[in-house]
Nanobody
Framework: VQLQASGGGLVQPGGSLRLSCTPS????????MGWYRQAPGKQRDLVAT???????NYADSVKGRFTISRDNAKNTVYLQMNSLKFEDTAVYYC???????????????WGKGTLVTVSS
């Protein structure tokens, strides 16, 4: 099982980006999904999470600017990032709890990360 994240890139302050993440492999079900980020020289921090039922949780620093959503039919999680700031620059990692035919147990997985750079 791998988590495939996409959508990162270079954007100017005030701009927008949309990240997406989909697990590959033989997936039985996907439970909680989320996004974390790690800026240079800093620890990895929570950005937002979403349950299978759609309940969301956000870091205070992104509330009102970022929106996490998911498409359960596609096992895909999205992160819409608006009003981006310099301090949003980081590698963004997808995270998911899912059950696959590899283990038949709920296992937590991390994606490889996608770089978001906010620069003028």
């Amino acid at each position: 099982v791998q988590l495939q994240a996409s959508g990162g890139g270079l954007v100017q302050p005030g701009g927008s980006l949309r990240l997406s993440c989909t697990p590959s492999g033989s997936i039985i079900s996907v439970n909680d999904m989320g996004w974390y980020r790690q800026a240079p020289g800093k620890q990895r921090d929570l950005v937002a999470t979403i349950t299978r039922g759609g309940s969301t949780n956000y870091a205070d620093s992104v509330k009102g600017r970022f929106t996490i959503s998911r498409d359960n039919a596609k096992n895909t999680v999205y992160l819409q990032m608006n009003s981006l700031k310099f301090e949003d620059t980081a590698v963004y990692y997808c995270n998911a709890d899912l059950i696959s035919t590899m283990t038949f147990q709920n296992v937590n997985y991390w994606g490889k990360g996608t770089l978001v750079t906010v620069s003028s």
